[in-house]
């Protein structure tokens, strides 16, 4: 069985060496559309495979990361990035082009990597997202497979975060917890979702 939680930004990107001229040489934003799907092998103790409000936490907040923000890839000349990094308080550095393709990759990685740092409290089976779709316009949008995850071979430091966007995260340590726990540097998931008082 699969859920799906919609999620919405507001970004800005160019992507460089694609076919289309307007895409690949101006700076432009989109609103994007983001659904995320997850799947599980049994349902929790609320009939759920996972609680619709508890995405709204760190998942949210990752997705969120690029509301009014704009996404670079870290192959752009140094004096574009620093232009960006000096005038643009919100800014994620991604080791890939920010095409919808690559959006919907690293959200399905960082999600994933999410959910594996995340303590279920609920009685949750596997839990875990199968894909997830980025929509750039009304007319277009990718979605990236687990398997896809195969050729795409990057790691959680390469994605950077501007101060700004981590400040607006619930918790402004969110990513280093995540980064540390896969690691193999905490003990304990770091991510703890709240305890839940059952009648049944
Ligand atoms: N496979 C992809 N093709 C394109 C992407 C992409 O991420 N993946 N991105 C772009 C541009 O960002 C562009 O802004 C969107 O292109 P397009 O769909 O052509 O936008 P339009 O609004 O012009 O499309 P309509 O057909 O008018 O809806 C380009 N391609």
């Known amino acids: 069985m699969i859920i799906r939680k919609k999620f919405k930004f507001e970004g800005a990107h160019i992507v460089r060496d694609c076919s ?6 101006s700076l ?16 929790d103790f609320g009939h759920m495979i996972y609680d619709f409000g508890l995405t709204k936490g760190t998942i949210k907040d990752i997705i969120d990361s690029f509301d009014h923000a704009y996404a670079m890839w870290d192959k752009e000349s140094d004096e574009f990035k620093t232009f960006i990094r000096n005038n643009s308080e919100r800014y994620i550095e991604m080791p890939v082009s920010p095409s919808a393709e690559c959006f919907a990759l690293t959200l399905l990685f960082l999600i994933d990597k999410t959910l594996q740092a995340t303590e279920f409290k609920n009685g949750e089976g596997k839990v875990s997202v199968s894909s997830v779709r980025v929509h750039e316009t009304d007319t277009g949008y990718a979605e990236a497979f687990r398997k896809d995850l195969d050729w795409f071979t990057f790691e959680l430091a390469d994605v950077t975060f501007s101060q ?7 918790d402004a340590e969110m990513y280093d917890k995540l980064l540390m726990y896969h690691k193999g540097e905490l003990d304990a998931k770091p991510f703890v979702n ?3 008082e059952r009648i049944f």
């Open 20 to 25: 289309s001229d307007r895409c690949k040489k």
């Open 194 to 196: 709240p305890q839940v």
């Open 28 to 43: 432009h934003g989109h609103s994007y559309v983001v659904e995320v799907f997850l799947s599980s092998n049994k349902l």
């Open 164 to 170: 700004a966007v981590k400040d607006e995260w619930k």
